[in-house]
């Protein structure tokens, strides 16, 4: 079992920046891929991005260019800088590791 803790999240207007972190209790040696997801109202969960302890990282069309996900391996935390927000940003936004999930850290953007 992996302790997810998550923080960051909050209003902001349409625009603006966020950064979000996720502290994991512990990585397990040779299984490295930590991620964000989210999910809005009446929406399923969807990958939002996620990167490799070397630093390959990967994102859903929908936030490239406008998030960036980073780690640092050290304090096994990843982090999610999304600026240029949007109202449709809006949900809350999980960390995800191997099977283990974040409470969540809601993010809402206002127009």
């Known amino acids: 079992q992996v302790q997810l803790v998550e923080s960051g999240g909050g209003l902001v207007q349409a625009g603006g920046s966020l950064r979000l972190s996720c502290a994991a209790s512990r990585i397990i040696f040779g299984i490295n891929l930590m991620g964000w997801y989210r999910q809005a109202p009446g929406k399923q969960r969807e990958l939002v991005a996620n990167?490799?302890?070397?630093?390959?990282?990967n994102y859903a069309d929908s936030v490239k260019g406008r998030f960036t996900i980073s780690r640092d391996n050290a304090k096994n935390t990843v982090y999610l800088q999304m600026n240029s927000l949007k109202p449709e940003d809006t949900a809350v936004y999980y960390c995800?590791?191997?099977?283990?999930w974040g409470t969540g850290t809601l993010v809402t953007v206002s127009s």
């Open positions: 995800n590791y191997l099977n283990n």
């Open positions: 990167i490799t302890s070397s630093g390959n990282a």
